[in-house]
């Protein structure tokens, strides 16, 4: 499977993002997908993780109320809607694919996008 995230971009504090992530494969359906983020100097992190159908999702704490994880099977593409947005959200976000269920830590995702920047001003 491969991923191609996009959206990323330069916003001031309290903006609004939204990042896609489109997947080349007609079995869309059967993966778990999520994002992550890492920032300078950190390790990859989770933020957020959506089941196949979409109608479980999970998320950081950090983002709780504020991002918003959505899928499309149908044109097999995950979404990150980033509101209310802060300095600290600043960091490379990946997409994520497995044929398991939710898991938080990286390791255990086999597929990876290339990652998008965001960058947030204060």
């Known amino acids: 499977v491969q991923l191609q995230a996009s959206g990323g971009g330069l916003v001031q504090a309290g903006g609004s993002l939204r990042l896609s992530c489109a997947a080349s494969t007609r079995a869309f359906s059967s993966y778990y997908m999520g994002w992550f983020h890492q920032a300078p100097g950190k390790e990859r992190e989770f933020v957020a993780t959506?089941?196949?159908?979409?109608?479980?999702?999970s998320y950081a704490d950090s983002v709780k109320g504020r991002f918003t994880i959505s899928r499309d099977n149908d044109k097999s593409t995950v979404y990150l809607q980033m509101n209310s947005l802060k300095p600290v959200d600043t960091a490379v976000y990946y997409c994520a694919a497995r044929s398991g269920g939710h898991a938080s830590s990286p390791d255990e995702w086999r597929f990876w996008g290339q990652g998008t920047q965001v960058t947030v001003s204060s």
């Open positions: 959506i089941s196949w159908s979409g109608s479980r999702t």
